[in-house]
């Protein structure tokens, strides 16, 4: 059963406090992303890693940082820097990293809240 | 620089009737778009894209959209709705060459279908 498992659903942050957000896929696709999404804001582009080792920053990367140390695996870390975290947070990723046309596969979220 | 504008927040319809989405989009050359889905609490999938070839794309659940380059749309388009089709859905772009490799997406459509 191939798809995209984002780990944990829930999670609550405490001021300060670094937080992880697990992102996997046996889809054995290059390309990997993480969104942010806001109430009525859309998707926004946090970083995106076309193959392993390699990363680029998106749109709103300050305050995030991830790593690509595996094919399948793309984790998300929210530092204390973020000053903003709350958000629904979406993992995607795409077959053939240079191919346009393919459609992204989004995993099912993770909701970040901070206390 | 690529742009895609969904220029309805909401959208309803009654149940049986047609329903339109609307999403228009700018690119530097020529376009892949893309149209997905999102239910409350859930990562977005997939419906359909236009790469090439005929105007009507065909995809998920009774779906369809038209590509009309000289208006510049991709208008997300279904005969009979359902109250099931109750979502939030996003138009995508992406340039075929040059410019952005990552998809630009509008800021979605929250479609209601009443019985």
């Known amino acids: 059963d191939g798809g995209i498992t984002q780990s944990p659903k829930y999670l609550f942050r405490k001021e300060g406090q670094n937080v992880t957000l697990s992102c996997e896929q046996n889809l054995n696709h290059d390309a990997m992303y993480w969104y942010r999404q806001d109430p009525g804001q859309g998707l926004r582009l946090i970083y995106y890693?076309?193959?392993?080792?390699?990363?680029q920053k998106g749109d709103i990367a300050e305050g995030y940082s991830v790593s690509r140390e595996k094919k399948e695996s793309f984790p998300l870390t929210v530092t204390s820097a973020q000053k903003n975290p709350t958000a629904f947070y979406l993992c995607?990723?795409?077959?053939?990293?240079?191919?346009?046309?393919?459609?992204?596969?989004f995993g099912p979220g993770t909701r970040l809240t901070v206390l | 620089a690529q742009s895609v504008a969904q220029p309805e927040d909401q959208v309803k319809v009654a149940e049986g009737n047609p329903l339109t989405v609307k999403c228009t989009y700018s690119v530097s050359g020529n376009p892949y778009l893309f149209w997905y889905v999102q239910y409350p609490n859930r990562g977005l999938q997939f419906l359909l894209k236009y790469i090439t070839g005929d105007n009507l794309v065909k995809g998920s659940y009774g779906f369809e959209a038209e590509f009309n380059k000289s208006q510049t749309s991709f208008h997300l388009k279904k005969p009979s709705a359902l109250v099931s089709d109750s979502a939030l859905y996003f138009c995508?772009?992406?340039?075929?060459?040059?410019?952005?490799?990552?998809?630009?997406f509008g800021r979605g459509t929250s479609l209601i279908v009443h019985p």
């Open positions: 995508a772009v992406r340039d075929r060459s040059g410019g952005s490799y990552i998809p630009t």
């Open positions: 995607a990723s795409t077959s053939g990293g240079g191919t346009r046309y393919n459609e992204q596969f």
């Open positions: 890693s076309q193959i392993v080792n390699d990363f």
